[in-house]
Structure formats: C-alpha cells, structure tokens
C-alpha cells in the first residue's frame, strides 16, 4: 500500500490488506519463520528468563531516570566532539536537520535504517529541501522507491515480489534485469556503492547510547551502517530520548535480548559503538558528528504511569511475529512506522489525535507481553487506550449504545434469561447449515464483519443453563454418601 493509497480509516486499509493473497502468505512465513528462530536461539539460553528480567530492571531503572542519564550522555558525548541537539518535536528536529544540510551545502544524504526519521518524515522534508536522501538498507531502499510503509519492524519489505523488486529497480536504473536474486542483489550493491562514496551527510538511527562514555550503538546486519557513519564527512544520529542505557554492561544485557528476540541470532553481523567524531591519528570515520535527540511526545508519555513501560521497547519486533492481527495484515495496513501491538500502543500515544484507533487492531490475547524481551503489557496497555477513546467519545455512537444495552442486559438476570432464550432462537435459524450461512451473510448486520471471514459454529441443541439445572437436580436426587461410604469405619 503506498502512502498515495493509504486511507485514515483503519477498517479500510486492514480490508485491502486481508484481500491480498501474496502479503498475507509472505507475512504468515517470515512471521513464523522470525518466531521458530527466536525459540530456538532463547531455549539454548539456559537462564533466558533471567536475562529478561535484567533488561526488564534495565530499561525501568533508565526511563525512572531519564534525564540524569540524558544530561550525563550529553556531557560526555560532547567532551568526545559530538554535537548533541535536543528536538521538542517532529518540526524541529527537521528544522535541525536542514540546517546541518545546508550550513554543508549538502546534495545527498545516504540513510542507514532509522524509525526516528521515518516517524518524522524526514525523508519527505529533504526532498521538498532539493536534498536527495537515499535509504542504503535493502529492504528500506526497496519500500522507499515503492513510496510505501514498512511491513515489518526489521525486514521491511517482506510484501514485495522479487517481480516487483525487479520492476522498482528497472525503473531506478533505467536498465533491464532478472528477477534472479543475485542479479537483483548485484544491482543494489553497485548503485548503494555509488551513494556511500559519493554523500555529503551520513545519517543513522540508534539502537542504544551509552550515557557514562556518550557512545551510540548501531546494531546492523547488511554493513551499510558502518559506511554511512565513516565515508560521508558529516555523521548524523537520529535517537529517540528513550533509546538511553547507563553503562557499557548494560549493553551487554541488551546485545542478548535484541538480536536474539529480533533475528533469532547469537548478535548481528555488527555491532557499532560510535563515540564521537575521527580523531588525530585515526584512519577512518567523518569529520564531525551530531546526534539529535527526539521528544516528539515522548515526555508526555513518561509522565503518564499508565503508558510509561512502552518506553521500555527495544525495537525487536518479537510481538509482531505472536500477534494474530499483525500476522493477517502486515505492516503497512498501520500506515506507521511502527506496526504490530508496539505499533497499536505506541503510535496512539505519539499521534492521538490522528491514530487513535489503532488500539483496536488487537485480539488482546496476551501473546505480545509474552514474547517481549522486557515483559511490557501490551495488551494492557491497549486496554486503557481503549477506554480513553470511549472517555473521549472517539467510539462510534452505535458501539456507545450496544454496550449500554449490554450492561443493562448483564445487570438484570430476568432480562440475561430473555437474551438467553432469543439468542439461541436466533441462531438456530441462521447459523450451521450453508444455506442458513449465506443469508447470515446478508442480513445480519454487524456480525456480518465476522461471518465475512469465518463460519459460525453449529449451535448445542441444549442450553449451559438448562444442562446446568439438570445436573442441580440430577445431584439433588442422588443419596448422600456418608463417612463409612467414604472411608470405612475409622
């Protein structure tokens, strides 16, 4: 779905997602493959829970102290010659950016994977700058040519064709390939290697920093994030104020939990510590560095206890790859960033007034809380954002309604009974048989979004409330046994 496509009305863009065989298939399969990964790469972990409950203290102990280990990691990146900029919001940060660009007179900007500037659009603004920015992860760079949202945390692309892929590349190179994925690869190297050579500004997101040495940390599969932040001159971060851990150990506990909740591997094939720009005697890496670091609504988010944990994430995707919403749809039927149930809980948050019905797309099965590396309630947490969309009258009047009819019908026990009664007399005349199921699928109303999907099971010929009171009498009727029936005479 391109962002020319997508549409602010969430059941609309989940509709077009579920009618799309290929994404639904390639979602299932790196979904499950992700997951089997992760299982395997954990279980080998004898202590693996323990190893959560460390990161779990970890990011808590950080985020209750957020700004103490923020002003530390300022002080000591800037010691080591980094810039640090502090942004209030999406429109600043940006304002920050352009200006790097143009005190540079910078015309490219090659981009390693960063969802602090795709949840700012970032790439958008240095467009409408004249700046070309160009996405060097491979699944990035094919979504950016696409004009489309990532489908997945970390494997972005996972929706496209290698037909697709080939026409999108075809169309950049003005060239004519194959759909052979070592030509296609091939392609991608040799036009990537062009942009990191010839860059004027290196930018990179941030999985960790480290607030006693004022280090960033990048964790990377593909290499293109150590020639983004060594080739180009200008070296620039884009970190969300959450992304803080206290000290090099601490990196230690997030270098377990991530790659193995993320890819299922022992650590990626990198691991960057960037701390500040090239030194004297050294042979690589740009002549100066800035990290900017986003608010964008995330202080308003520490200072509500209800929502404060989600600040914990580590940007693993593990919940995507359990939730049975995500797995039906992808990622780009969010139309965010950030997809899946950290997508459902997160974005809400940031953008309340325009995503707050993402907290809908959930099953509340619990499943994303149990794969989390941290242990974040998820599902708690759509909960409360779900009764903050009532409170604010955000639910659609006919939902206000059935739910007061709901209460009012569970509050009275002679009006449950009647419920009862005419429930069972309406499903026996339109749910079972395939004639039945097809006018079920015409006439009713707003189970007619469930029975879409799925067939609606055959009802018992009796009701749980009459079995029940034939067991009550059943037991009535029985003899009373006695101690000597029991357990002889003592």
């Excluded at 059935?402 to 009647?418: E, I, M």
């Excluded at 009459?466 to 037991?475: F, G, I, N, R």
Aim: charged share 25%; with cysteine.
């Amino acid at each position: 779905m391109s962002r020319t496509q997508a549409t602010s009305n969430l059941k609309q863009r989940f509709g077009q997602a579920l009618k799309d065989d290929f994404l639904r298939q390639a979602v299932k399969f790196t979904a499950d493959s992700l997951r089997g990964k992760k299982e395997t790469s954990t279980e080998a972990v004898e202590n693996w829970e323990a190893w959560r409950d460390r990161g779990r203290q970890v990011r808590e102990h950080t985020i209750a102290h957020l700004d103490f280990y923020l002003d530390q990691f300022t002080r000591e990146a800037e010691a080591k010659g980094t810039r640090v900029h502090f942004a209030e919001d999406a429109g600043e940060a940006v304002r920050v950016f352009l200006e790097i660009v143009r005190d540079r007179n910078a015309k490219r900007v090659a981009k390693s994977k960063s969802m602090v500037s795709e949840e700012i659009r970032l790439n958008q603004h240095l467009e409408a700058a004249g700046v070309e920015c160009v996405e060097t992860d491979l699944g990035e760079w094919i979504i950016q040519l696409a004009g489309e949202t990532p489908s997945h945390l970390i494997i972005p692309a996972i929706h496209k064709t290698r037909a697709q892929i080939q026409a999108l590349f075809e169309r950049r190179g003005r060239c004519s390939l194959t759909p052979d994925t070592a030509v296609l690869a091939g392609f991608a190297r040799r036009t990537l290697r062009e942009v990191f050579i010839h860059s004027d500004i290196g930018m990179t997101g941030c999985n960790f920093a480290i607030a006693e040495s004022g280090a960033v940390v990048v964790f990377t599969n593909e290499g293109n994030g150590r020639m983004v932040a060594t080739l180009p001159k200008t070296h620039v971060v884009m970190m969300g104020m959450e992304r803080i851990i206290p000290t090099l150990a601490d990196l230690e506990v997030m270098a377990h939990l991530l790659p193995r909740s993320a890819t299922g591997q022992k650590i990626t094939s990198y691991v960057q510590v960037l701390a500040g720009p090239r030194q004297s005697g050294e042979g690589d890496g740009p002549e100066e560095m800035h990290v900017i670091v986003l608010d964008n609504g995330r202080s308003r988010i520490l200072g509500d206890p209800e929502f404060r944990e989600v600040l914990h994430c580590i940007r693993c995707g593990a919940c995507l790859n359990v939730c049975p919403v995500y797995r039906q749809v992808g990622g780009c039927a969010y139309d965010s960033v950030y997809s899946g149930p950290i997508g459902a809980v997160l974005t809400p948050l940031l953008q309340p007034e325009t995503s707050y019905e993402l907290s809908d797309a959930s099953s509340l099965c619990g499943a994303c809380a149990e794969a989390c590396p941290v242990r974040i309630p998820l599902h708690d947490m759509i909960v409360r954002l779900r009764r903050r969309n009532t409170e604010a009258g955000r639910t659609p009047w006919s939902e206000r309604l059935a739910f007061k009819l709901f209460a009012s019908v569970f509050s009275c026990p002679a009006a449950y009974r009647l419920a009862g009664v005419l429930g069972r007399a309406a499903q026996r005349l339109t749910v079972g048989e395939a004639a039945r199921r097809t006018w079920t699928d015409r006439f009713t109303g707003p189970m007619r979004e469930w029975t879409r999907h799925r067939a609606l099971p055959e009802p018992s010929r009796e009701a749980f409330r009459d079995l029940w009171k034939q067991l009550a009498q059943e037991s009535d009727r029985s003899p009373k046994s006695t101690d000597s029936d029991i357990g002889g005479n003592r």
